[in-house]
């Protein structure tokens, strides 16, 4: 319900920076991709996207309808990764409904994708969207056969012509949770239900890691596999485990809200279990467990690109360089226990008891104003933190090397890479 | 319950009906046909209570058809059904229960591993399936002693001699309470004193006003028990009269026909030899454990020579077939030695022992003998598939001419080389068995019941195939149920009791008395 | 009230067989776009782009022909063990360790010129199969191990043993750390014509055909053949249910494999991300083949053909009608179950009767 109050708000945010970006595009012309040879592709668009909120111009409805299709790796309505680009797809329709036609292809296996790609194509689809990184090769064996359709892809690294990439990251979010964790937790062991051993949830680690030592230097993370992006009985067996072992604060990668069900469970019998969601809102499945999580807004992605495909700013021919890196700055993802909700009621009072000192200023304040303090920091157009620079003291590993030194902070390359723990993570990436 | 007490009731009725007017059941000009094959053609014949009826015929005449037919389980293509003078519509077993018509098979269908209540509860299904087990105990003791039957409700049906399990079907037959009871071939597994005990059992239910139909290929059997006898050949009724009106040679004619001449006789001669012959077959204090792990046969010991025939006698369920597949390789033997030919084959693979010039003639021709699902030409080389390979190649013509010739000189019945073998009647199959065993190069013959539901003819023939190859130098173990086959084939005669051998005698001495009764444990050698 | 009963058939002729599969074929389909149209499915569209496109369209023919190669290929191997009474699901399993030896003999070898390296890997397919059919063949011969389980399990673990290799050994230093293989050299890339895999399709024709003549004349298909319909008189006969186990594992095995070898070397080109990525679990879907087949070599053609095109039809249910992934599995039970219907109907005669 609170979602629905939202959408408004967030429907003019979206459109503001869609004309905004158009408009810059328009503007500075073709000057912005062209930049990206120099460094990584990632913060080239990340400068377009800067570089353009400020120029506002209005785009024309032209009578032409474009027709996008999503590919799905799971059902709709698995109330995870695919349900999550599902609403976001639903959003875009209503939104550009003037000119949009949208379509969707569910649980496609990975290795059909471009069978599945072709048919769309068929049908008449002029842009498409796969949501899952098994589709990368199929996409992109597509887009080279293809070249007067345009592709974009999520979560992938290969780009051509006329197929461009995205991903929203939640690293920024983790940490916010890590904060959180660190304060509430009274055995100093904080727990993750981790999916598969990939850059992308190492990052999320670590992020979690840093903001639990930020708050409580003394505090570990503790780290178990399942293996799996989709597994409860694994991962309530995860969940259980680390609850055996002490842990009293749990963050997960995995797309069911089983870790959640599990800490209410322990909460309702008096043994308190804190968790965060993830991905979805999940404050029902735990009213007195879930502290806060990380949540995804896909239509902010897909409506600036779909406005961009349909003014012409990007066409078969300019997405060689086109990735979407979208964090909090960019609103592509939020934080909360449920949209609406940065966290629950019901801990406020609790974060704002404890005190802690804020390290780049040295000022005393609570956890709760540090993360409200770092979370509109991260939300700013020219965001003023990121958890992966280090300020006066070097970010470390497990083995005590130096990951970040002080003052530096690490690049998109680096974070795509990630492949080490920071040093309060116990437990070890497997089959490296 | 109450269905059986309606049975009960309608049995009642038909006892008080009076008899020579009216047959309880009357056959009227009922036809069948398979395809192209007439399995009967205008059959006509009348049951009455109180009688033994005998339905004597050759193999293939149509015998086990009419029983499908008054069974339900066929429908016939003409003619009609009548009980107690009204026309009744069979179209099912259940049908056939329903009007007190029950056949007891020949092999029955039970489920191993379930005890004889259990399956008689999944066969009977009026009774009500979950409350049947407790019920069906009470009326199985109750059957059994009034009949002497010695089945116990929770015995396991592995454990059931064939003829065990044979009693398991006229039980069931006995608690539907059946007014008329079709028993197809039910003596071929007996021996001469169980057979005898049947017998007894068949007179009791007649007068309590059953009627009884015995299906049997055997003569004598019909001229000692029955009341009525019906020949039928080649589908037809050939003649049905009280049995006082015919006599044994009569009767042999009329199941003959045209064939009575196509019967070898058989010349049971036992040949004197000078020299001392090896052993072919040497077992040395053999144990073997049954399915359920109990010694089945304990301490066994015997030799078979060449150019002989050692008979082993014997009460089925007495070891001998835990003893037949210990020589065959089909099951492991605890302790002792089993040689062949001088070599040791003891828990060998089948393979090794027919290397070694083994040939066996099953007593489950079904399961042992054949591959029903393949055709009568590739079960000619079943054992020798590789002779008629050329490159892993198998050279189908010559297999074709191979089957052909066995064909036609084992006369066996079959539209083609290539119909599937299962097809095949049991005589036909078991001529099949015979032929393709003892046309190999053999020194030994382990032959288990070899004539078993067999014809006058096709028995004769398997005999005289037998005597052939111990002829040509073979040695034979024939392991059978048939005391009168031992005798007239063994140059030796062995009596397997428990597991044991208790009686061990050269044909010259030889007392019939002593072996019956060594059959059954009486004799303290 | 009316009484039905079965009344079971003795013999029935091909002709009978065939022309019932088809005409159960047919009500099968009309079955699903009855259930379509209650679906609330546009008639014209449904009888355009799930019947007649997948036959006109040259695009549409390519996808089908894609799983239909595999799909025979597996399911002519796993009708070998199943013609032999032994009930193998475990092609799903050699073929994954069929890619994975190809993908291990392209790194090793990346030198080698075409065509011995497209020999050897279609060997190193072969022999990747074999291996892991091996495994459940020698503990059925030797130590009589349901193979039921043994496969299935290793199903998963050859799973294991790929996501082991993506993960680790063998992820690509150029994949940001994604769990994918280097992309095979382009020596090992069997070329397709016009989008279609002719030396597959060459490949498992001819395999068909010497399969149906191993089965049928020879000796190792003799012993296979009675070791399936009666293993206790073929044992009896002296032939080696140990030999006959090893065997029809060797030769699902090998055909399996090779399976796999032509998923990597046509269509895919890596392993990963998923462990199934190289197999699309098609090794479950040939169970349903071999045994539509009826366990007859050159009827794999018909029925895998069929399978091949339930998987276009699916796509196109969701692609192309834009319908959700329920309405595939209606497709698919319909269909399946209509003809499984037909063995029935063969079997037993249905007589209705008024009483």
């Known amino acids: 319900m609170s979602a629905r109050n939202q959408t408004p708000l967030i429907a003019v945010l979206v459109v503001l920076i869609i004309v905004a970006g158009v408009g810059g595009y328009l503007a500075g012309s073709s000057a912005a991709p062209t930049k990206t040879v120099t460094t990584t592709v990632t913060q080239s668009a990340t400068v377009t996207m800067t570089k353009t909120v400020t120029t506002t111009v209005t785009v024309t409805p032209q009578p032409k309808k474009l027709k996008a299709a999503w590919v799905y790796v799971g059902p709709i309505g698995d109330y995870g990764w695919s349900h999550a680009h599902d609403v976001a797809r639903r959003y875009v329709e209503q939104l550009f409904r003037d000119w949009l036609v949208t379509g969707y292809v569910e649980s496609v296996e990975e290795p059909k994708v471009y069978d599945v790609i072709k048919k769309l194509i068929d049908e008449g689809y002029e842009v498409i969207f796969t949501t899952s990184f098994g589709f990368m090769d199929g996409t992109l064996k597509a887009a080279k056969e293809y070249p007067n359709v345009i592709f974009f892809h999520c979560s992938g690294y290969k780009r051509w012509d006329n197929m461009g990439t995205y991903f929203a990251d939640l690293y920024q979010l983790y940490y916010l949770n890590g904060l959180m964790a660190g304060a509430l937790t009274k055995s100093g062991k904080v727990g993750y239900v981790a999916a598969h051993p990939i850059p992308e949830v190492i990052r999320h680690i670590n992020a979690f890691a840093l903001g639990v030592k930020e708050v409580n230097p003394s505090a570990k993370v503790y780290v178990v596999w399942i293996h799996a992006w989709y597994d409860p009985p694994k991962a309530r067996a995860a969940a259980e485990s680390l609850i055996a072992q002490g842990v009293d604060v749990l963050a997960f990668t995995e797309d069911s809200p089983t870790v959640v069900e599990v800490a209410q469970e322990y909460t309702s019998r008096g043994k308190p279990v804190y968790a965060f969601a993830h991905y979805s809102p999940m404050l029902k499945y735990g009213p007195d467990a879930v502290v806060s999580g990380q949540l995804v807004r896909w239509e902010a992605i897909y409506a600036d690109i779909l406005a961009k495909i349909y003014s012409g700013a990007y066409n078969t021919t300019n997405l060689r360089n086109v990735d979407y890196w979208w964090l909090l700055s960019e609103g592509a993802v939020d934080l909360g226990a449920d949209f609406g909700v940065p966290i629950n009621p019901k801990f406020i009072p609790v974060l704002k008891n404890i005190t802690v000192t804020e390290r780049i200023t040295g000022e005393k304040m609570s956890v709760y104003d540090v993360v409200m303090l770092r979370l509109n920091q991260m939300k700013d157009p020219r965001p003023a933190f990121d958890p992966f620079c280090a300020v006066s003291e070097p970010i470390l590993t497990q083995d005590g090397k130096v990951l970040v030194r002080p003052g530096q902070c690490l690049t998109h390359d680096d974070l795509w890479n990630m492949m080490v723990f920071v040093d309060n993570v116990v437990g070890s990436i497997p089959a490296g | 319950?109450?269905?059986?007490?309606?049975?009960?009731?309608?049995?009642?009725?038909?006892?008080?009906?009076?008899?020579?007017?009216?047959?309880?059941?009357?056959?009227?000009?009922?036809?069948?046909?398979?395809?192209?094959?007439?399995?009967?053609?205008?059959?006509?014949?009348?049951?009455?209570?109180?009688?033994?009826?005998?339905?004597?015929?050759?193999?293939?005449?149509?015998?086990?058809?009419?029983?499908?037919?008054?069974?339900?389980?066929?429908?016939?293509?003409?003619?009609?059904?009548?009980?107690?003078?009204?026309?009744?519509?069979?179209?099912?077993?259940?049908?056939?229960?329903?009007?007190?018509?029950?056949?007891?098979?020949?092999?029955?269908?039970?489920?191993?591993?379930?005890?004889?209540?259990?399956?008689?509860?999944?066969?009977?299904?009026?009774?009500?399936?979950?409350?049947?087990?407790?019920?069906?105990?009470?009326?199985?003791?109750?059957?059994?002693?009034?009949?002497?039957?010695?089945?116990?409700?929770?015995?396991?049906?592995?454990?059931?001699?064939?003829?065990?399990?044979?009693?398991?079907?006229?039980?069931?037959?006995?608690?539907?309470?059946?007014?008329?009871?079709?028993?197809?071939?039910?003596?071929?597994?007996?021996?001469?004193?169980?057979?005898?005990?049947?017998?007894?059992?068949?007179?009791?239910?007649?007068?309590?006003?059953?009627?009884?139909?015995?299906?049997?290929?055997?003569?004598?059997?019909?001229?000692?028990?029955?009341?009525?006898?019906?020949?039928?050949?080649?589908?037809?009724?050939?003649?049905?009269?009280?049995?006082?009106?015919?006599?044994?040679?009569?009767?042999?004619?009329?199941?003959?026909?045209?064939?009575?001449?196509?019967?070898?006789?058989?010349?049971?001669?036992?040949?004197?030899?000078?020299?001392?012959?090896?052993?072919?077959?040497?077992?040395?204090?053999?144990?073997?454990?049954?399915?359920?792990?109990?010694?089945?046969?304990?301490?066994?010991?015997?030799?078979?020579?060449?150019?002989?025939?050692?008979?082993?006698?014997?009460?089925?369920?007495?070891?001998?077939?835990?003893?037949?597949?210990?020589?065959?390789?089909?099951?492991?033997?605890?302790?002792?030695?089993?040689?062949?030919?001088?070599?040791?084959?003891?828990?060998?693979?089948?393979?090794?022992?027919?290397?070694?010039?083994?040939?066996?003639?099953?007593?489950?021709?079904?399961?042992?003998?054949?591959?029903?699902?393949?055709?009568?030409?590739?079960?000619?080389?079943?054992?020798?598939?590789?002779?008629?390979?050329?490159?892993?190649?198998?050279?189908?013509?010559?297999?074709?001419?191979?089957?052909?010739?066995?064909?036609?000189?084992?006369?066996?019945?079959?539209?083609?080389?290539?119909?599937?073998?299962?097809?095949?009647?049991?005589?036909?199959?078991?001529?099949?068995?015979?032929?393709?065993?003892?046309?190999?190069?053999?020194?030994?013959?382990?032959?288990?019941?070899?004539?078993?539901?067999?014809?006058?003819?096709s028995a004769k023939l398997v005999h005289n195939e037998l005597l052939n190859v111990r002829d040509r130098g073979a040695g034979i173990l024939l392991i059978s149920e048939d005391l009168d086959e031992v005798i007239k084939l063994s140059d030796r005669i062995l009596v397997m009791y428990r597991g044991s051998i208790v009686y061990d005698v050269s044909r010259d001495k030889l007392s019939i008395g002593d072996i019956e009764k060594a059959m059954l444990g009486l004799l303290n050698a | 009230?009316?009484?039905?009963?079965?009344?079971?058939?003795?013999?029935?002729?091909?002709?009978?067989?065939?022309?019932?599969?088809?005409?159960?074929?047919?009500?099968?389909?009309?079955?699903?776009?009855?259930?379509?149209?209650?679906?609330?499915?546009?008639?014209?569209?449904?009888?355009?782009?799930?019947?007649?496109?997948?036959?006109?369209?040259?695009?549409?023919?390519?996808?089908?022909?894609?799983?239909?190669?595999?799909?025979?290929?597996?399911?002519?191997?796993?009708?070998?063990?199943?013609?032999?009474?032994?009930?193998?699901?475990?092609?799903?399993?050699?073929?994954?360790?069929?890619?994975?030896?190809?993908?291990?003999?392209?790194?090793?070898?990346?030198?080698?010129?075409?065509?011995?390296?497209?020999?050897?890997?279609?060997?190193?397919?072969?022999?990747?199969?074999?291996?892991?059919?091996?495994?459940?063949?020698?503990?059925?011969?030797?130590?009589?191990?349901?193979?039921?389980?043994?496969?299935?399990?290793?199903?998963?673990?050859?799973?294991?043993?790929?996501?082991?290799?993506?993960?680790?050994?063998?992820?690509?230093?150029?994949?940001?750390?994604?769990?994918?293989?280097?992309?095979?050299?382009?020596?090992?890339?069997?070329?397709?014509?016009?989008?279609?895999?002719?030396?597959?399709?060459?490949?498992?024709?001819?395999?068909?055909?010497?399969?149906?003549?191993?089965?049928?004349?020879?000796?190792i298909g003799y012993e296979i053949r009675a070791y399936g319909y009666n293993p206790a008189a073929a044992y009896a006969a002296g032939i080696s249910p140990r030999k006959v186990a090893l065997l029809t594992f060797i030769l699902s095995g090998a055909l399996a494999g090779l399976a796999g070898a032509l998923q990597l070397t046509t269509v895919h080109y890596r392993l990963g991300p998923k462990p199934w990525s190289v197999s699309e679990s098609l090794g479950y879907t040939s169970i349903i083949a071999a045994w539509l087949s009826r366990l007859e070599p050159l009827a794999i053609l018909p029925a895998s053909m069929l399978l091949a095109m339930l998987i276009n039809g699916g796509l196109n249910i969701k692609a192309s009608l834009g319908q959700p992934e329920g309405i595939v599995n209606l497709m698919n039970g319909i269909i399946l179950i209509t003809l499984v219907a037909t063995e029935f109907v063969l079997n037993y005669r249905v007589v209705i009767k008024l009483r």
């Open chain 3, 1 to 219: 009230m009316p009484e039905v009963r079965l009344l079971r058939r003795y013999e029935v002729s091909n002709k009978l067989r065939i022309a019932t599969y088809i005409v159960s074929f047919i009500l099968g389909v009309i079955l699903f776009i009855l259930v379509e149209i209650a679906y609330g499915a546009d008639f014209n569209d449904i009888l355009f782009k799930l019947f007649i496109k997948p036959i006109t369209s040259y695009e549409d023919l390519k996808v089908t022909l894609r799983y239909f190669i595999p799909v025979g290929i597996t399911s002519l191997g796993l009708l070998i063990t199943y013609r032999a009474g032994i009930y193998s699901i475990g092609a799903e399993g050699q073929l994954v360790l069929g890619s994975i030896f190809v993908a291990w003999v392209a790194y090793s070898f990346a030198s080698l010129e075409k065509p011995i390296s497209i020999v050897m890997a279609l060997l190193a397919g072969v022999l990747g199969g074999v291996m892991w059919a091996l495994i459940p063949g020698v503990l059925k011969g030797f130590l009589n191990v349901n193979e039921v389980l043994t496969t299935l399990m290793l199903n998963f673990v050859a799973y294991s043993l790929t996501d082991y290799l993506i993960y680790g050994p063998w992820r690509s230093p150029k994949s940001f750390n994604f769990p994918l293989t280097e992309p095979l050299n382009e020596s090992y890339i069997i070329p397709t014509y016009m989008g279609v895999s002719i030396i597959g399709i060459a490949i498992m024709i001819s395999l068909i055909v010497i399969i149906n003549v191993i089965i049928k004349y020879t000796s």
């Open chain 2, 1 to 457: 319950m109450n269905d059986v007490e309606v049975n009960k009731s309608l049995f009642l009725n038909a006892h008080n009906l009076s008899r020579p007017t009216i047959p309880l059941l009357r056959v009227k000009g009922i036809s069948k046909r398979f395809g192209n094959v007439i399995a009967l053609d205008d059959v006509s014949l009348d049951i009455y209570d109180g009688e033994i009826h005998a339905l004597l015929g050759e193999n293939g005449a149509g015998k086990t058809t009419l029983a499908n037919i008054l069974y339900g389980i066929y429908q016939p293509d003409s003619g009609y059904i009548e009980l107690s003078g009204r026309k009744i519509k069979l179209g099912t077993p259940q049908d056939a229960i329903s009007y007190g018509i029950v056949l007891v098979q020949q092999y029955p269908m039970l489920i191993d591993k379930m005890t004889v209540a259990e399956n008689l509860a999944l066969s009977i299904k009026d009774l009500g399936y979950l409350s049947s087990v407790r019920k069906i105990y009470g009326l199985i003791r109750e059957i059994s002693i009034k009949y002497d039957i010695s089945l116990e409700p929770e015995m396991i049906v592995s454990n059931l001699s064939f003829s065990e399990k044979q009693y398991v079907e006229l039980l069931r037959a006995l608690i539907l309470n059946a007014k008329i009871l079709i028993l197809d071939e039910p003596t071929t597994m007996l021996t001469t004193y169980e057979r005898r005990k049947l017998f007894v059992i068949l007179r009791k239910l007649i007068d309590e006003g059953r009627a009884v139909v015995l299906i049997t290929h055997k003569v004598s059997e019909a001229l000692e028990v029955s009341d009525r006898i019906t020949v039928l050949r080649r589908g037809a009724v050939v003649s049905s009269r009280p049995k006082s009106e015919y006599d044994y040679n009569e009767l042999v004619k009329l199941i003959m026909g045209s064939n009575v001449n196509d019967v070898t006789p058989v010349k049971y001669i036992h040949r004197q030899r000078s020299a001392p012959p090896e052993d072919v077959l040497v077992i040395k204090e053999l144990n073997v454990a049954n399915d359920i792990g109990l010694i089945a046969v304990r301490n066994v010991s015997l030799s078979v020579k060449a150019g002989e025939i050692v008979g082993i006698a014997g009460v089925s369920g007495n070891g001998q077939k835990e003893l037949a597949e210990a020589i065959v390789g089909l099951r492991r033997v605890r302790s002792g030695r089993i040689v062949l030919s001088g070599v040791d084959v003891t828990n060998k693979e089948p393979y090794e022992r027919i290397k070694n010039g083994l040939a066996y003639i099953p007593e489950d021709r079904l399961k042992y003998g054949i591959v029903g699902e393949m055709s009568v030409a590739e079960n000619f080389i079943l054992k020798n598939y590789k002779a008629f390979s050329k490159l892993l190649f198998i050279n189908m013509r010559k297999v074709m001419d191979f089957a052909s010739k066995n064909i036609d000189l084992y006369h066996i019945v079959t539209r083609s080389p290539l119909e599937r073998a299962k097809v095949l009647s049991g005589g036909n199959i078991q001529k099949l068995i015979v032929s393709r065993e003892l046309g190999l190069n053999t020194k030994v013959v382990l032959a288990h019941n070899p004539t078993l539901g067999l014809d006058i003819a």
